[in-house]
């Protein structure tokens, strides 16, 4: 399955896809970026809300950033939908966690790179998702 790069203003391209979050009965369409330098999958704590989540009520963890910037997460078991294919994983939901410019998530080598060999083609702007079977 291929994905084309998104734009982001001042040619700035990234590899950010659709996917589906759910959580019980709820469903919310989200972007994330493919990043196989984070860990987990981290959401922003708004979509968290959106699906109904209690988000405290997470394991608390925590997460360096660039610079060490320690950010609080809360864990919760999900199910995410990448190009059809659904997969319960266990996801970080924190405010912030894209700053406040990019509105979209993070997936991350634990619940993404696990079920995907993932091509990064910058030159043709695309990505191609492969599932492992």
């Not at 734009?7 to 700035?12: A, D, H, R, V």
Request: aromatic share 12%.
């Amino acid at each position: 399955m291929k994905f084309r790069y998104k734009n982001y203003g001042s040619q700035i391209l990234r590899p950010v896809i659709p996917i589906e979050l759910t959580y019980n009965d709820r469903t919310v369409p989200y972007d994330v970026l493919i990043d196989s330098g984070s860990d987990i999958c981290i959401f922003h704590s708004n979509i968290g809300d959106l699906l109904g989540i209690d988000l405290t009520s997470g394991r608390p963890e925590e997460v360096f950033g660039v610079g060490g910037k320690v950010s609080i997460y809360y864990l919760h078991r999900i199910s995410i939908m990448v190009g059809g294919w659904p997969f319960e994983i266990d996801a970080g939901f924190m405010p912030n966690v894209s700053g406040s410019v990019v509105p979209y998530g993070i997936l991350g080598q634990k619940g993404f790179f696990e079920h995907f060999v993932v091509k990064f083609d910058l030159s043709k702007e695309e990505i191609e998702l492969r599932r492992k079977e």
